[in-house]
């Protein structure tokens, strides 16, 4: 899944760069919640090995999974935070099934490839 978050981090980033451009600062704030679990899951990839060697206990799988799992409390953090400032109840409800729904099921997805290899 590492290729997978590197290319949604790439299209999240573009996806900012042409809003900021069009004007809409707003709209960029409301899409930066994408980009932490796949952040943290390359942030995991990159230092779980470093990290193995100072836990006994705990392997580089083991500390991809703590990283996506708490980038995904984070962001849920994040999100709802940001819907509170929403003040439609629809747009906000979209924000939050959407955002959230995607977050969740990234993670899964992220999680349930991790797994076979514990």
């Given at each position: 899944m590492l290729t997978e978050s590197f290319i949604l981090l790439i299209l999240v980033v573009v996806f900012c760069y042409f809003t900021l451009r069009s004007g809409r600062q707003?709209?960029?704030?409301?899409?930066?919640?994408?980009?932490?679990?796949?952040?943290?899951?390359?942030?995991?990839?990159a230092l779980a090995p470093q990290l193995?060697?100072?836990?006994?206990?705990?392997?580089?799988?083991?500390?991809?999974?703590?990283?996506?799992?708490?980038?995904?409390?984070?962001t849920m953090g994040l999100v709802g935070g940001i819907s509170r400032n929403i003040k439609q109840k629809?747009?906000?409800r979209g924000y939050l099934f959407v955002i959230g729904g995607?977050?969740?099921?990234?993670?899964?997805?992220?999680?349930?490839?991790?797994?076979?290899n514990l």
């Open positions: 707003g709209m960029v704030l409301l899409m930066l919640p994408l980009l932490v679990v796949p952040g943290a899951n390359v942030m995991g990839f193995d060697k100072l836990s006994p206990l705990l392997g580089p799988e083991h500390w991809r999974i703590l990283f996506v799992l708490g980038a995904v409390a984070v629809g747009f906000r995607f977050t969740l099921i990234f993670s899964f997805l992220i999680l349930v490839a991790a797994l076979p």
